[in-house]
């Protein structure tokens, strides 16, 4: 079988390298990869630290870029590449744009699609924006579903899509984590002189909080540093330049916050064991952190990975300056509520999801495929 994985921004690459790593060790699976390089830097990061190689590269990112603009670029570009390889299955991960569009143009030319970390909802079409469209109409499309958990298998049930299409297989970020945590660690220069303190890790980088959500956001947390001594800021700043912008106007004159580039996936894998708490917009470090047993306040008012709140690791604490100020505040004073969050919980999987997909490809999809070709 032969199958055509397709990523291009960071998170997707996080979470589809073990897989590809699987597909590749797999006898009978003929694995091609295609990055679209929505992002540059960022996935380069994470394609050199797991040895993964692209058979294309369309080297799409551009400064300004849009989300018109990127489905256009992956539609012109993947057509080629389904026209040249005829893959038997296109796999796609996630919710970003180029999940969305290299899902299309493998609909349009009638190729099966498998999505990982498929049927996640928030049930808000604005928030995540765009993902929550695009992770539902990637589900339209899609014809083989690896869901990460029991809820997001009940939302594709409900949305009528053929139980024996869909697979819990828990999320692949487990499986990431893991490897990268068994990784020796280094003398990390934005670790030194925190020893003693509480360290606050801080990820934002959601195009709905662009603008004033992330100037309350930002501004909530400049207080709460200047309040408690104690508490130190590391905030590896997405390379959008909007975030960028907003990050330094925000922390640059207070020492208390270290705004450093983007880590690899290793170092910010160490990041997080050493941080007290994580607060972020991210969808990934929703699940990573209750794996590490570190709570986190999630920035945003809607979520559609309910499983960490529910695992008591993870709270919501919505983006004006009110909500996170209080939020963060009392998090940091009510040791109680502190300990109960810090549990190490693991609602996302036990690292064995990329061997589970593959054995799912092997048992489910690729005989169904022939059977479809013999008829
Ligand atoms: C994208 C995804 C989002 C995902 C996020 C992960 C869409 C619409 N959004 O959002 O779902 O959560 O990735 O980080 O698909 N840039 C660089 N170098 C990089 C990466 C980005 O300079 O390596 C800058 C570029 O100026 C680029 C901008 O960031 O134009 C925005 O990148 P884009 O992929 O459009 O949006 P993200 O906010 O990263
Ligand atoms: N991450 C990383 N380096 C960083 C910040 C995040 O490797 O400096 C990892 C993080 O551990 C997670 C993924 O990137 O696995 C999340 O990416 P992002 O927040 O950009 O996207 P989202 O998950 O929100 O789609």
Known sequence: MKILSVFGTRPEAIKMAPLIQALEKTPGMDSVVAVTAQHRQMLDQVMQLFSLKADYDFDLMRHGQTVSSITQAVLQKMDPVLEKEKPDLVLVHGDTTTTFAAALAAFYRHIPIGHVEAGLRSGDKAAPFPEEINRKLTDAMADWFFAPTQTAAGHLKAENIPEDRIFITGNTVIDALLQVTAMPEEDYPWLRDIQGKRLLTLTCH????????????????????LEKPDCRLIFPAHLNPL???????????????RIIAPLDYQP???LMKKSDLIITDSGGLQEEAP??????????????????????????????????????????????????MSHAANPYGDGHAAEQICAILQEHVAPTLAGRLEA
């Open 206 to 225: 959601r195009r709905e909080n662009w603008g004033e959500p992330m100037r309350q956001i930002f501004a909530a947390i400049r207080r709460v540093l």
């Open 268 to 270: 910010f894998a160490v």
């Open 243 to 257: 975030v960028q912008q907003q990050a330094h106007a925000a922390f640059d004159d207070l020492p208390q916050a």
């Open 291 to 340: 794996a590490l047993g570190k709570p986190v306040l999630v920035l945003r008012q809607v979520t559609e990975r309910p499983e960490a709140i529910a695992a008591g690791t993870a709270d919501l604490a919505g983006v004006t300056f009110d909500s996170v100020y209080a939020k963060l505040s009392r998090l940091l004073e009510d040791e109680a509520l502190y300990r109960r």
